[in-house]
């Protein structure tokens, strides 16, 4: 399978943990995209990369939000000190090409905090 | 994102019925992407708009944008029950090198 892989694909966790999730882009990809979608919304933009560059980042991002991209291929997000709000469908996407943005979604990390 | 309004929110349809989704921007396109969702999944792409006037088809489903009206529209000849799905417009808005996401139109096809 050579499409956008993200892990784990569900995530249960009490408030006030912290979870980190995985996306590996498509391999020839060097933009990589992390969005939010929560129940009835489309996705909601949090943050890119280029290859292992964080090129733009969510004004509405908390602090609590972290992503890498270390050697601009995989990427991390982390979430610290988890809330109930942050109850979300988690998705990774990537693209190949600057002006072009048809991107490729991985299925998702649905996170359920209790 | 209130960038980009989709309507109707959900949609009923009987199989065989064709039906229309839109969506509107309240910034300049420089770009609309269609992109289908099942319930707990990730989007899968349809079809790319770029320029104005353009339509794109594929099997039943045709997309359509209208530059100036900064609006674009999804039509589906003939549905199925496999058409039933959530469909996103996604925009790059103002050549932002990202996607801004409507809220999505639900569709139901029933038999």
């Known amino acids: 399978d050579t499409g956008v892989s993200q892990d784990p694909r569900h995530k249960i966790t009490k408030r006030g943990q912290n979870v980190t999730f995985r996306c590996d882009p498509i391999s020839e990809h060097n933009r990589l995209y992390w969005y939010r979608q929560t129940l009835g919304q489309g996705p909601e933009f949090l943050t890119y990369f280029q290859n292992e560059a964080q090129l733009e980042k969510s004004r509405l991002l908390s602090n609590r939000f972290s992503a890498e991209r270390p050697k601009g291929s995989f990427s991390t997000l982390e979430i610290q000190r988890t809330e109930q709000g942050d109850s979300a469908m988690y998705l990774c996407?990537?693209?190949?090409?600057?002006?072009?943005?048809?991107?490729?979604f991985g299925s998702g990390t649905q996170l359920s905090v209790l | 994102s209130q960038e980009l309004e989709q309507s109707p929110q959900s949609l009923i349809v009987q199989e065989g019925k064709n039906l229309t989704i839109n969506c509107t921007s309240s910034?300049?396109?420089?770009?609309l992407y269609w992109y289908k969702q099942k319930y707990g999944e990730g989007l899968i792409f349809l079809m790319m708009l770029q320029k104005g006037g353009e339509e794109k088809s594929h099997e039943k489903i045709t997309a359509k944008l209208d530059e100036k009206k900064q609006q674009s529209s999804l039509h589906i000849t003939a549905s199925q029950p496999s058409h039933a799905g959530i469909y996103l417009c996604?925009?790059?808005?103002?050549?932002?090198?990202?996607?801004?996401f409507g809220t999505g139109t639900r569709l139901q096809v029933f038999p």
């Open positions: 910034k300049t396109l420089y770009g």
């Open positions: 996407a990537s693209s190949f090409a600057q002006g072009n943005e048809k991107l490729f």
């Open positions: 996604g925009a790059d808005i103002n050549n932002a090198d990202k996607l801004i």
